[in-house]
T-cell receptor, first 114, second 115 residues
Framework: DSGVTQTPKHLITATGQRVTLRCSPR?????VYWYQQSLDQGLQFLIQ???????AKGNILERFSAQQFPDLHSELNLSSLELGDSALYFC?????????????FGPGTRLTVL | GDSVTQMEGPVTLSEEAFLTINCTYT??????LFWYVQYPGEGLQLLLK?????DKGSNKGFEATYRKETTSFHLEKGSVQVSDSAVYFC??????????????FGKGTKLSVKP
């Protein structure tokens, strides 16, 4: 158990809908990262927050957004869903930002768009 | 931009065989390098890491050496077990101005170990 929790574990929805994925980092970790794992694209970095502020963006679509709240939990919002958004979404946390900090991954949320 | 290339497999070995999974990278500056492992139905776990050239990361019998001259970070284990069956990901984290520590992953290598 990494100490990072993600809810829900599974999510099934229809095209055009909007969903919210939730992540609670390990106690004391200030940095939260979101990654998408799909069969065709592999594991891709989406976005990072540090202590409530957005710090880095990767291959995140404009239909996707995220935020980190004062209690440090984070939410990833996916809207106008398409079939291609079906994937496993991971959240990871680390104590600080930067190259040397180990990231601890949650178990993921599996999103299926029908 | 930065990238990681690893052998995609799948790799099937018998128990106690020697394992090598190749990983090479392209990066600005001096990145940190990682191997993560993903067991079926689980999230990723850090297996080992190296933060500078010639560093050797090791854990649970696995080793990898950061080779700057060949831009490689190959994963090795002398004697695999059935319990090592998983998907292994090579990853880097950039070490340059503006880098915030996000990971860039290879495609992953699925390892199956037969008894």
């Amino acid at each position: 158990d990494s100490g990072v929790t993600q809810t829900p574990k599974h999510l099934i929805t229809a095209t055009g809908q909007r969903v919210t994925l939730r992540c609670s980092p390990r106690s004391g970790d200030l940095s939260v990262y979101w990654y998408q794992q799909s069969l065709d694209q592999g594991l891709q970095f989406l976005i990072q927050y540090y202590n409530g502020e957005e710090r880095a963006k990767g291959n995140i679509l404009e239909r996707f957004s995220a935020q980190q709240f004062p209690d440090l939990h984070s939410e990833l919002n996916l809207s106008s869903l398409e079939l291609g958004d079906s994937a496993l979404y991971f959240c990871a946390s680390s104590v600080e930002m930067g190259t040397y900090n180990e990231q601890f991954f949650g178990p993921g949320t599996r999103l299926t768009v029908l | 931009g930065d990238s990681v290339t690893q052998m995609e497999g799948p790799v099937t070995l018998s128990e106690e065989a020697f394992l090598t999974i190749n990983c090479t990278y392209t990066a600005t500056g001096y990145p940190s390098l990682f191997w993560y492992v993903q067991y079926p139905g689980e999230g990723l776990q850090l297996l080992l890491k190296a933060t500078k050239a010639d560093d050797k990361g090791s854990n649970k019998g696995f080793e990898a050496t950061y080779r700057k001259e060949t831009t490689s970070f190959h994963l090795e284990k002398g004697s695999v077990q059935v319990s090592d069956s998983a998907v292994y990901f090579c990853a880097l984290s950039g070490n340059y101005g503006g880098s915030q520590g996000n990971l860039i992953f290879g495609k992953g290598t699925k390892l199956s170990v037969k008894p």
